[in-house]
T-cell receptor, first 116, second 113 residues
Framework: AQTVTQSQPEMSVQEAETVTLSCTYD???????LFWYKQPPSRQMILVIR??????QNATENRFSVNFQKAAKSFSLKISDSQLGDAAMYFC?????????????FGTGTSLTVIP | KAGVTQTPRYLIKTRGQQVTLSCSPI?????VSWYQQTPGQGLQFLFE???????NKGNFPGRFSGRQFSNSRSEMNVSTLELGDSALYLC????????????FGEGSRLTVL
C-alpha cells in the first residue's frame, strides 16, 4: 500500500517570507499524481497544487510551487511571500494513475502558522 | 455552483448508538468519497461511490457503510459507535472517477461519549 509521510507536524513562517513543507511517499507504481491540499481552520479543504508523476517540470500556482524528486520520492511545497491567509493545515496526498477511482492517500498534515 | 454540502455539521452520540451522515455533491459530480480525519492519523479513505455502486473500500470494519442515491447524494452510516469513531468525516466529490481532484465539504464532526 502507498504511504505518505509528512515529518513536520508544525511549521511557522514570518509574513512575506518563504517556507517549505516536506512530504515523502512510498510506492512501487510509476504513474501517479501528487497533491497538496490546504485546510484552513474550520473551513473546507481545497486543492493548492497538483503534479503528474510523468511530468518532469515542477508545478507552480502563483506563490505556490513544488519540488518533485521522483527518484527520491519527495514532493515538497514552497510558499513564497507568505500571507496571513496561508495559515492552515497542509496535507500531501497521493493517487494512483493506474487504478481507477478517487482513493487518495494522505499524510498526517503540517500545521502552518504565519507570524505577522 | 454550490459546493459539497454535508449534514449535520456537528453531532454527539453515545457508545453503541448509530449515526447517519449525509453528503450532497457538487451538481454534475457523480463520484462521492468519504474520509475519516483524526488528529495524528490524517485522512483515511473510507469508501467511494459512483453510479450508486461502491467502487473502492478502505480498511475499516463493517460497522462503516454507505450508499449513494440516483441523484448522486450519499450517506454513510456507522453502527455500534465506539469512542474511537470520534472524528471529522469528510465527503468529497469529483466529476468522474478519473478527474484527479477531490472537492471537499466542510465535514461532519462526530463526538462519541
Amino acid at each position: 500500500a502507498q504511504t505518505v509521510t509528512q515529518s513536520q507536524p508544525e511549521m511557522s513562517v514570518q509574513e512575506a517570507e518563504t517556507v517549505t513543507l516536506s512530504c515523502t511517499y512510498d510506492t512501487s507504481e510509476s504513474d501517479y499524481y501528487l497533491f497538496w491540499y490546504k485546510q484552513p481552520p474550520s473551513r473546507q479543504m481545497i486543492l493548492v497544487i497538483r503534479q503528474e508523476a510523468y511530468k518532469q517540470q515542477n508545478a507552480t500556482e502563483n506563490r505556490f510551487s513544488v519540488n518533485f524528486q521522483k527518484a527520491a520520492k519527495s514532493f515538497s511545497l514552497k510558499i513564497s511571500d507568505s500571507q496571513l491567509g496561508d495559515a492552515a493545515m497542509y496535507f500531501c496526498a497521493y493517487r494512483s494513475a493506474r487504478r481507477a477511482g478517487n482513493q487518495f492517500y494522505f499524510g498526517t498534515g503540517t500545521s502552518l502558522t504565519v507570524i505577522p | 455552483k454550490a459546493g459539497v454540502t454535508q449534514t449535520p455539521r456537528y453531532l454527539i452520540k453515545t457508545r453503541g448508538q448509530q449515526v447517519t451522515l449525509s453528503c450532497s455533491p457538487i451538481s454534475g459530480h457523480r463520484s462521492v468519497s468519504w474520509y475519516q480525519q483524526t488528529p495524528g492519523q490524517g485522512l483515511q479513505f473510507l469508501f467511494e461511490y459512483f453510479s450508486e455502486t461502491q467502487r473502492n473500500k478502505g480498511n475499516f470494519p463493517g460497522r462503516f457503510s454507505g450508499r449513494q442515491f440516483s441523484n448522486s447524494r450519499s450517506e454513510m452510516n456507522v453502527s455500534t459507535l465506539e469512542l474511537g469513531d470520534s472524528a471529522l468525516y469528510l465527503c468529497a466529490s469529483s466529476p468522474s472517477r478519473d478527474s484527479g481532484e477531490l472537492f471537499f465539504g466542510e465535514g461532519s464532526r462526530l463526538t462519541v461519549l
